[in-house]
């Protein structure tokens, strides 16, 4: 039986078009160069789309970066309505470490902002094979650094700020962190990890079991990991499911799917989380590819994942619940396990 056939059905159409237009996915182009074209192109195709509807606006500035490093980009979406000391979200794009830009999750980060209403802060970071680990970390912890010392002239609450990623953007978020509580950096309230990439042993049953959905199979992985890590041991910073304590995280929401390479070190990770004491919420989909709500947003499931999360955010930040979430609360069915 073919691995697509293990999916949820409405999940299966647009990964089927991805594999006829580039056999293997896109991240099976063997050359680094050619592949970051095609993203970068695809990116941007996305990026148009969303510009001619969204309602937030954004400016891009460059911040201080880890010291005798280069400045950091950095993008700042503010909703219509931006009330003063509001909660505010700083938002880490995946890529594997080596793909991706401001532009590469940009539909993301205005959904954010304009679902919660609050000021979003997304971060660039240099990529692998060029800079190893730890310029990542060290690049986003430079800039969240940056938001919350001017939490004042950006209008935001520091006392309630979440940081967001999915898959690389979850180790990074993961990652920076540990390395506020370990640095007594900013303090922040929430940290919201999508099928963050946190395990570079690729020992886990699921690691072994993703090798043709076309999305983020092992053998993307694998390569992912050597170029990240160009030799090092990794610390906790570079694979978080291996950092030697994890206590004093703040509360931290973990999803991933079935059909997800990552999806055992995950729950492992959401594992290690609660015996340290953690507050973790952990959802595991059924049929669920690697950010499979991307390829397929209109899909059933996918609108179910994002109104976990809004609903999750809401909490943690101090935000009215909204309509939707509310009503459900009422009937008993607000909660997923």
């Known amino acids: 039986m073919s691995q697509l056939d293990s999916l949820d059905p409405e999940l299966r159409a647009p990964l089927e078009e991805l ?17 970051r074209r095609i993203d970068a192109l695809h990116a941007a195709q996305l990026v148009e789309a969303v510009k001619a509807a969204q309602t937030c606006t954004t400016e891009e500035i460059r911040v201080p970066g880890p010291a005798g490093c280069a400045d950091v980009p950095v993008r700042l979406y503010r909703p219509e309505r931006l009330r003063p000391d509001s909660p505010a979200v700083f938002f880490i794009h995946g890529g594997g470490m080596c793909l991706g830009d401001l532009d590469y999750e940009h539909a993301t980060a205005v959904k954010i902002c304009e679902e919660l209403g609050v000021l979003v802060v997304s971060t660039g970071y240099r990529k692998a094979p060029e800079h190893p680990h730890p310029a990542q970390v060290d690049d986003c912890y430079a800039a969240l650094r940056w938001m919350s010392d001017n939490a004042m002239s950006l209008h935001f609450d520091p006392g309630r700020l979440a940081i967001f990623g999915g898959s690389a953007g979850g180790n990074l978020a993961l990652a920076a962190a540990l390395k506020a509580r370990d640095l007594a950096g900013p303090p922040l309230s929430y940290v919201m990890a999508l099928y963050p990439m946190v395990d570079h042993r690729h020992i886990t049953p699921s690691s072994h079991e993703v090798t043709e959905i076309g999305v983020w199979d092992r053998k993307t992985n694998v390569e992912a990991w050597e170029w990240f890590l160009a030799g090092q041991r990794p610390d906790g910073y570079a694979a978080p499911l291996h950092a030697e304590d994890l206590a004093g995280l703040p509360p ?6 079935t059909a997800d390479a990552f999806r055992d070190e995950d729950i492992a990770l959401a594992q290690r989380l609660l015996t340290a004491g953690v507050s973790t919420e952990l959802h595991v989909y059924p049929g669920v590819y690697h950010a499979a709500e991307h390829y397929a947003p209109d899909a059933e499931v996918a609108r179910h994942m994002w109104t976990v999360r809004f609903r999750a955010l809401r909490r943690a930040l101090g935000l009215q619940p909204a309509p939707a979430d509310a009503d ?5 069915n607000g909660h997923d396990v």
């Open 19 to 35: 594999l006829e237009n580039y056999p293997g996915g896109v991240c099976a182009i063997e050359d680094l160069a050619e592949r």
């Open 328 to 332: 459900a609360d009422a009937d008993g």
């Open 252 to 257: 931290t929401f973990i999803d991933v799917g």
